[in-house]
């Protein structure tokens, strides 16, 4: 992967996204290659080099500085359209010097994740109670991760990841997501998953912005013609679409008495990804 030194105008982002207000990704590009991932469709971004290179925003702890002193942030969401702990955080702590700024400023924080680093900084994270991590689990083996996460941690990675956060006390949700038809097998997921998750949500796979044709085509070559077809089926139009999510809904239900956790659904409108409609608030009663 090509590492870019770079540094940048702006660090703090308005967001839509109902999990904060503000938004900061220390980085640009993924060295995971998440074949999903929405964030290849930004404007800014150029889809052929976003898994080739990560651009180091060298100077964004400083740039956050100078902004908390007109911004005034109720709570940030780290990771929107990059991963935090890449392997190249290692070298330039730039994710770390930003925990530090905002836990400074009494800040409360999400970060979205998959890497089993972050391990390293939880106590960094638990100095503040209110930081709150999202940690991606939503296949159940690692032939799945490799088929859609390529370099992205394996399974028990994750899984010792995840006990060390609940050891840490640091408000943890599993995101089961993008929840994939027919590929994301909820059950499977769910046994999986560490005693001691208090908070589980399910996010139902998008069809515009998750690189869709090029899903269908590798679903096809390593699952077969017919499972390609399937998924292809519940996008077809909006009826099918949520009917698709119905039926995880009433499964997500049946699951639930089994679990001492509450459980979140996000469905995006079928026409559109981004929404103030989503809400990552409400549990399922």
Do not use: W
């Not at 590492?3 to 308005?14: G, H």
């Not at 925003?57 to 990059?82: C, D, F, H, Q, W």
């Not at 690189?211 to 099918?240: C, P, S």
């Not at 079928?270 to 549990?283: A, C, D, L, M, V």
């Amino acid at each position: 992967m090509k590492i870019i030194p770079a540094k940048t105008q702006r660090v703090l982002s308005a967001t839509q996204i109902s999990l904060a207000d503000y938004v900061i990704n220390p980085y640009k590009g993924c060295e995971f290659g998440c074949l999903y991932c929405y964030a290849q469709e930004n404007k800014n971004i150029a889809r052929p080099s976003f898994f080739e290179s990560l651009t180091v925003k060298l100077n964004a702890p400083e740039i956050l500085r100078k902004e908390l002193i007109y911004k005034k942030p109720k709570r940030v969401l780290l990771g929107s359209t990059t991963e935090c702990f890449p392997c190249q955080e290692k070298n330039y702590r730039i994710t770390e010097q930003i925990l530090k700024i905002l836990n400074e400023n009494n800040i409360p924080y999400t970060i979205l994740t998959k890497s089993h680093l972050i391990a390293e900084y939880l106590p960094l994270i638990a100095e503040n109670p209110g930081n709150k991590i999202f940690f991606t689990l939503n296949f159940p083996t690692d032939r799945l991760i490799r088929l859609f996460e390529r370099k992205s941690p394996n399974s028990a990675k994750r899984l010792q990841t995840i006990q060390q956060i609940i050891a840490a006390r640091i408000h943890l949700r599993i995101h089961i997501g993008p929840f994939i038809p027919y590929i994301s097998i909820l059950e499977e997921v769910l046994k999986i998953i560490p005693e001691g998750v208090k908070e589980i949500d399910i996010e139902l796979y998008h069809h515009k912005m998750g690189n869709f044709i090029e899903m269908l085509k590798q679903i096809e070559r390593n699952l077969g013609r017919e499972l390609k077809n399937k998924l292809a089926a519940v996008y077809e139009n909006e009826k099918k679409y949520l009917e698709f999510a119905e039926k995880i809904k009433r499964e997500i239900k049946q699951n639930m008495p089994k679990y001492k956790a509450n459980f979140y659904y996000v469905v995006p409108q079928y026409q559109t990804f981004y929404s103030k409609e989503i809400n990552y608030g409400h549990p399922l009663t």
